[in-house]
């Protein structure tokens, strides 16, 4: 159904706050370089946004465009996207750490006419050729007409008679009148990160997601006016569009765009960030914190993080030696830890604590209730599946409209597996208060003689010993029991001898808090110096199942993949281990 005529949505994240405090700073950019960060206020956000809407309409960018934005956090990606957004053209920001391929499977998909990029990328002291790759991926893209590229660094690239350079923006107008648009009109694409298949290009439009973004940025963060929120996502995930800029700028707020790692120049990067720049809401992953709290407490207690007022966690189950870390350590133990669930196709947090709510409890690891207007329900998918399969019953106004070009590939993925209901994807348990606990992506069980169990509860046992950094647990197929022995992956935080020491006794106890429900003696582990993992830091387990499998030949889309080494070490490390 059409929506109504919504208000224009840049109107919503610039116009109405220039009116009222100008000089207010919108984005602070976070350069790879600690301490060089640059602040851009609310009117320079809105110039820089009119002036690159009128470059793009005048080289014919219009409503119903697709613009394709190859950028790593900048406000020069900020810029595009609300340029897109001003003048009624959809976005599709592409993660700057992906491949050529990667980058042009999207643009394909989204049959963009119009490329945005920089010349170069920093990121961990390391510079990335981003042009050179769009150039690459564009051989294989004829709808793309135009590049437009941003300068990152002082290195000039290569132009040709396609490339026009951002800087032509200059010229133009600072006034550019919005688009009237429908509430149901696009905003943007974005392609989910694919650890499993062919990226999606899942569509959000304008009123909703921006109303949900805006809503849940406010009660989850506890967010107040002149706060500092610190999202350290990158722009090209979800996390990044609704938090460090849909939610954040439509109330109003300054937010943080961060260029670089958590461990760049060394592991107190994101604390000494919190100290300089006085960030009071901290919003991250638990692989990085998981990655920090191995590095040790004395990088937390060398910077004042007297500032911080709530610790938001995002992007998988967060085991609860991290959760309490995060709050004991990074929090002083008086910042509550959200631990925020939702997807890319849920435009925003959908189960989360509301520590601002009268008798907010939070129960460590558990994402906690539903945000206003979500109605999860649990489907009892299998007998002796012990978690449920996590739905919604009812719309809600940040969920993706459909697949960009596949409507029916949504209607299969998210619809028809309990129809009535949207499904996840993911695992949860509700306790009797009607708290949730999240388990993970139903498709990484393990499935022992009929038993059930989300690969995360195994992870999280194994995570607490301080021998294990980071763990990956799958099940695989064994002709008597199914789906049956696990296969577990550590990443070895001391050397090899003595991690497989250790990991005897991590076996144990696994055993004993899990006890009835699976066959340990089958069990087989390998260390392994890291863990193939997608750009966006969730692990590959496809990858590691195929390995146990010995089907290398069906390692299937590797496009996404962060770090090719690691899969080779996992194969040959299998090899050894047999
Ligand atoms: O499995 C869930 C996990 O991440 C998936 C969504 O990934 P993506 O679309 O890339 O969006 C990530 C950022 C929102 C979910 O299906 N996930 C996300 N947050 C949590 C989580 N799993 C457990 N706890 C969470 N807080």
């Given at each position: 159904?059409?929506?109504?005529?919504?208000?224009?949505?840049?109107?919503?994240?610039?116009?109405?706050?220039?009116?009222?405090?100008?000089?207010?700073?919108?984005?602070?950019?976070?350069?790879?370089?600690?301490?060089?960060?640059?602040?851009?206020?609310?009117?320079?956000?809105?110039?820089?946004?009119?002036?690159?809407?009128?470059?793009?309409?005048?080289?014919?960018?219009?409503?119903?465009?697709?613009?394709?934005?190859?950028?790593?956090?900048?406000?020069?990606?900020?810029?595009?996207?609300?340029?897109?957004?001003?003048?009624?053209?959809?976005?599709?920001?592409?993660?700057?750490?992906?491949?050529?391929?990667?980058?042009?499977?999207?643009?394909?998909?989204?049959?963009?006419?119009?490329?945005?990029?920089?010349?170069?990328?920093?990121?961990?002291?390391?510079?990335?050729?981003?042009?050179?790759?769009?150039?690459?991926?564009?051989?294989?893209?004829?709808?793309?007409?135009?590049?437009?590229?941003?300068?990152?660094?002082?290195?000039?690239?290569?132009?040709?008679?396609?490339?026009?350079?951002?800087?032509?923006?200059?010229?133009?107008?600072?006034?550019?009148?919005?688009?009237?648009?429908?509430?149901?009109?696009?905003?943007?694409?974005?392609?989910?990160?694919?650890?499993?298949?062919?990226?999606?290009?899942?569509?959000?439009?304008?009123?909703?997601?921006?109303?949900?973004?805006?809503?849940?940025?406010?009660?989850?963060?506890?967010?107040?006016?002149?706060?500092?929120?610190?999202?350290?996502?990158?722009?090209?995930?979800?996390?990044?569009?609704?938090?460090?800029?849909?939610?954040?700028?439509?109330?109003?707020?300054?937010?943080?765009?961060?260029?670089?790692?958590?461990?760049?120049?060394?592991?107190?990067?994101?604390?000494?960030?919190?100290?300089?720049?006085?960030?009071?809401?901290?919003?991250?992953?638990?692989?990085?914190?998981?990655?920090?709290?191995?590095?040790?407490?004395?990088?937390?207690?060398?910077?004042?993080?007297?500032?911080?007022?709530?610790?938001?966690?995002?992007?998988?189950?967060?085991?609860?030696?991290?959760?309490?870390?995060?709050?004991?350590?990074?929090?002083?133990?008086?910042?509550?830890?959200?631990?925020?669930?939702?997807?890319?196709?849920?435009?925003?947090?959908?189960?989360?604590?509301?520590?601002?709510?009268?008798?907010?409890?939070?129960?460590?690891?558990?994402?906690?209730?539903?945000?206003?207007?979500?109605?999860?329900?649990?489907?009892?998918?299998?007998?002796?599946?012990?978690?449920?399969?996590?739905?919604?019953?009812?719309?809600?106004?940040?969920?993706?409209?459909?697949?960009?070009?596949?409507?029916?590939?949504?209607?299969?993925?998210?619809?028809?597996?309990?129809?009535?209901?949207?499904?996840?994807?993911?695992?949860?348990?509700?306790?009797?208060?009607?708290?949730?606990?999240?388990?993970?992506?139903?498709?990484?069980?393990?499935?022992?003689?009929?038993?059930?169990?989300?690969?995360?509860?195994?992870?999280?046992?194994?995570?607490?010993?301080?021998?294990?950094?980071?763990?990956?647990?799958?099940?695989?197929?064994?002709?008597?029991?199914?789906?049956?022995?696990?296969?577990?992956?550590?990443?070895?935080?001391?050397?090899?001898?003595?991690?497989?020491?250790?990991?005897?006794?991590?076996?144990?106890?696994?055993?004993?808090?899990?006890?009835?429900?699976?066959?340990?003696?089958?069990?087989?582990?390998?260390?392994?110096?890291?863990?193939?993992?997608?750009?966006?830091?969730?692990?590959?387990?496809?990858?590691?199942?195929?390995?146990?499998?010995?089907?290398l030949d069906g390692l299937g889309d590797l496009s996404t993949l962060d770090n090719p080494a690691a899969v080779?070490?996992?194969?040959?490390?299998?090899?050894?281990?047999?």
């Amino acid at each position: 159904k059409k929506g109504k005529t919504t208000r224009k949505l840049p109107m919503n994240c610039l116009d109405r706050h220039v009116h009222t405090f100008p000089d207010r700073v919108a984005l602070i950019w976070e350069r790879d370089e600690p301490g060089t960060e640059v602040k851009v206020t609310y009117r320079q956000l809105l110039e820089a946004t009119c002036r690159l809407g009128n470059l793009l309409r005048r080289h014919g960018v219009n409503r119903g465009d697709c613009v394709t934005i190859y950028m790593p956090p900048c406000p020069a990606a900020v810029v595009s996207m609300l340029a897109c957004a001003r003048i009624g053209a959809a976005h599709s920001v592409v993660f700057a750490g992906f491949s050529a391929e990667a980058l042009a499977d999207r643009i394909r998909d989204a049959q963009s006419r119009i490329v945005i990029t920089v010349n170069q990328g920093v990121r961990g002291g390391k510079v990335t050729e981003l042009k050179q790759t769009v150039d690459l991926a564009i051989q294989s893209c004829p709808s793309v007409q135009k590049v437009f590229v941003a300068m990152r660094t002082e290195s000039p690239v290569v132009m040709t008679a396609r490339d026009i350079a951002m800087e032509e923006m200059q010229t133009e107008d600072v006034v550019c009148e919005p688009a009237a648009m429908d509430s149901e009109d696009v905003l943007f694409l974005l392609y989910t990160s694919g650890s499993t298949g062919k990226p999606k290009g899942l569509v959000h439009t304008q009123a909703g997601y921006l109303l949900y973004a805006s809503l849940t940025h406010r009660c989850v963060f506890n967010y107040h006016d002149e706060d500092v929120f610190g999202c350290v996502a990158d722009i090209g995930w979800i996390t990044g569009h609704s938090y460090s800029v849909y939610g954040p700028l439509a109330n109003g707020g300054t937010t943080v765009l961060f260029e670089s790692t958590p461990i760049y120049p060394d592991p107190g990067r994101y604390w000494e960030m919190v100290q300089r720049l006085k960030i009071n809401q901290f919003y991250g992953a638990p692989t990085a914190i998981r990655l920090l709290l191995k590095y040790g407490d004395h990088w937390v207690h060398k910077y004042d993080r007297s500032t911080l007022k709530t610790l938001g966690s995002v992007g998988e189950p967060i085991n609860t030696e991290a959760w309490e870390w995060y709050h004991r350590v990074v929090g002083d133990g008086r910042c509550p830890v959200v631990d925020t669930w939702w997807q890319t196709e849920t435009g925003g947090i959908c189960i989360a604590p509301r520590p601002s709510a009268p008798n907010a409890e939070i129960v460590p690891g558990m994402a906690m209730r539903p945000f206003f207007g979500i109605r999860p329900v649990l489907m009892d998918s299998e007998v002796l599946c012990m978690s449920l399969g996590l739905c919604v019953s009812q719309p809600w106004p940040g969920m993706a409209r459909t697949i960009h070009n596949n409507h029916q590939r949504f209607i299969e993925t998210y619809c028809q597996p309990y129809p009535g209901y949207f499904f996840t994807g993911d695992g949860a348990y509700r306790s009797k208060e009607g708290y949730y606990q999240i388990i993970g992506r139903l498709d990484d069980v393990i499935n022992v003689s009929g038993h059930r169990i989300g690969t995360a509860e195994l992870e999280d046992v194994l995570n607490q010993s301080p021998m294990v950094a980071e763990s990956a647990v799958i099940g695989y197929s064994h002709e008597v029991k199914g789906q049956g022995k696990q296969e577990t992956f550590n990443v070895a935080t001391q050397s090899r001898q003595y991690t497989m020491a250790k990991i005897c006794g991590v076996k144990f106890q696994i055993m004993v808090t899990i006890l009835t429900f699976l066959c340990y003696k089958s069990a087989i582990s390998q260390c392994v110096q890291r863990l193939p993992k997608t750009r966006s830091g969730k692990i590959m387990r496809r990858v590691l199942r195929k390995v146990v499998e010995r089907d290398l030949d069906g390692l299937g889309d590797l496009s996404t993949l962060d770090n090719p080494a690691a899969v080779q070490e996992v194969i040959q490390g299998h090899r050894d281990l047999f």
